[in-house]
């Protein structure tokens, strides 16, 4: 089956070397791709006869036939250096039944980010039919080390096993050649295609999903049983702040705007650290109003014009505007949705935009470093209008007229009142933008021409240097500071001369105060002689002396991590309910229950998983207080069973109760591949004081072969 062509930008990687282009690239799926000589590949759709599967007879009938050519069974998933998101490795045949999506990411990457909202929808449609592997396969060299893949699966809260490919095995194995990709296998483990570039899940769903999921389901291969995965957030300890992202000083009022990005939220200091206010409750979402009631997602970069605040609501696509004195957070500009395209903007509110990422106010024009689509656009507030500034749209770090230079994911932007500068995060470079709409863009820091991957740790002046994946930048009587956040640096630029140098940092992604260390820091801010720095990895607000280099952790007093919203439990209907002849159980004050739980060869409980009751009663009864039915309750496991009770109201009486048992079975060993079982039973029961049963004891059954 063959999609539709669709227009992407790829990096590309080949066996000499790493290239960038721009091409029509074919969606893979159902058509050709080379594979390896030794792969396990069946030349048509039809099954080989095998010892426990013979050949079909020519009276059968014939088979309904695939949907998508299968290129080879997947083996093995080795090669890469670690799991994470999960307890343990995941292998093929641990998956066998389910439909995989490997997702094939760097976490510098915005199209890989853009594409995680939408795996995110197809894993919430299908739980049980689905399950999403990423496979990190890196960009930067600072993107290996496990751990900060593990703060990047956190901080963009991914919930699915992901795989350190840090060598790029795996990368090669399944033929790709961009960031993103996703590869398909399907129920029986075959390769099916793969998908360069990002998507809508309604495409993928519809073309591929749905196609698999019917063939599979009604060939009898679909798996549904529900699994689960043990998550790194599970582990970590909440914060303050969480993962900061962008800084905004003012001097003069004695504030700190602090945007609080994973808690979805604007904190409000004085320069001494403060707490003043909070703008938004945490929640994600786009909500406008007054502090309280005000939602954002993931928001970035800020500017202040007078008694406004500014505020890059970037994973909304959004531009927030936030009246200090009313303290009333109002949509300026965006949708809500991200745009696809690059049409020219026009009208605020009727013009998508692409992960705004920072902000610099300049009189009238609010400029926005454009992560999405590599450009600089322009909000004129006073007209009403949002537009493309700089930047052609090509990824690249190309110097020239504004429309014919190339950008690279602009993440961080500062003025000194004649010219922006952007630090290029993609290209590792600093930009200089003429303020003057028939002005340049030009490279002051890196190379122009140098292309995405020339990147590392080197001092010197303009194309000399080399800095990796820049997010933050700011401005300070001649000088800009850049927040190097992949060298895990703090390094000083000299605008006149564009000698760069490493101002604190040792290099090495830490917490220490002597010598200063950061972790990945993203924003910085200038009041006076103080630099404060957005210490994103560490969840801190740091503050250096720009004269003596003293670095110190500022200290919010009273600063609590935002409450969570409330859970609403859902329920789904009652599946495979086992109907039980009625029984009798002695009356007591409580009625105890005791499950035998069926875990299969080769696995065991989960012990960090709890094994959960609910009890429902059908029609009136008063055996039972209703406030004890239709709750989740944890049981105890002893025994390889199930125990829990219910407290009874009354000696004598009798009723129908539901009851539904859910337990968690991981593989022996070091396996990471959790599946859930759940089983459901209606039991008429009378409580009688002459029954000899104390106990009403239930077994699991095993599944059906």
Known sequence: MQLNRLQWKHQFVNPNGIISVCLCAAVLFGGQIAVADDADKPKTDEAKPTADKPAADADQPVEEKNPFTRHFRVKDFDGGNGWLNTSGPITPQDLRGKIVILDFWTYCCINCIHILPELKALEKKYPDQLVVIGIHSAKFDNEKGTENIRQAIMRYEIEHPVINDSDMTLWRKFFTRSWPTIGIIDPEGYFVGNNSGEFQHQTIDKHVIQPLLAYHRKKGTLDETPIDFQLERESAQPTPLRYPGKLLADETADRLYISDSNNNRIVITTLDGKLVDIIGNGNMGTDDGGYDTATFDHPQGMALRGDVLYIADTENHLIRKVDLKTKQVATLAGTGEQNRSRRVGKELLTTALNSPWALSAIGDQLYIAMAGPHQMWVLDETAGTVRPYAGSGREDVIDGPMFESAMAQPSGVATDGEFLYVVDSEASAVRKIDLDPEGTVTTLVGKNGGGLFRFGDVDGVGAEVKLQHPLGITYDNGKLYVADSYNHKIKVVDIDTGQCMTFLGTGTAGNKAQPPQFSEPAGLAVAGSRLYIADTNNHQIRVADLDSKQVTTLDIAGLMPPSPPKAVAKQRPLKNVIKLPPTEIAAGKTLPF????????????????????????????????????????????????????????????????????????????????????????????????????????????????
Do not use: M
Request: with cysteine.
């Open 594 to 705: 005791a499950v035998q739980l069926d875990i299969p060869d080769g696995f065991k409980i989960n012990k960090l998983a709890p094994v959960t009751y609910r009890v429902t009663a059908q029609g009136a009864q008063s055996l039972i207080a209703d406030k004890h039915l239709g709750i989740r309750g944890e049981a105890k496991f002893a025994d390889g069973a199930a125990q829990f009770a219910l407290p009874l109201e009354q000696e004598t009486g009798a009723t129908t109760l539901l009851i539904s048992v859910t337990y968690q079975f991981c593989r022996d060993g070091a396996g990471g591949l959790c599946k859930i079982r759940t089983a459901n039973w209606s039991l008429p029961i009378t409580v009688n004081p002459t029954a000899t049963e104390r106990t009403v004891k239930l077994t699991v059954p095993a599944p059906k072969k």
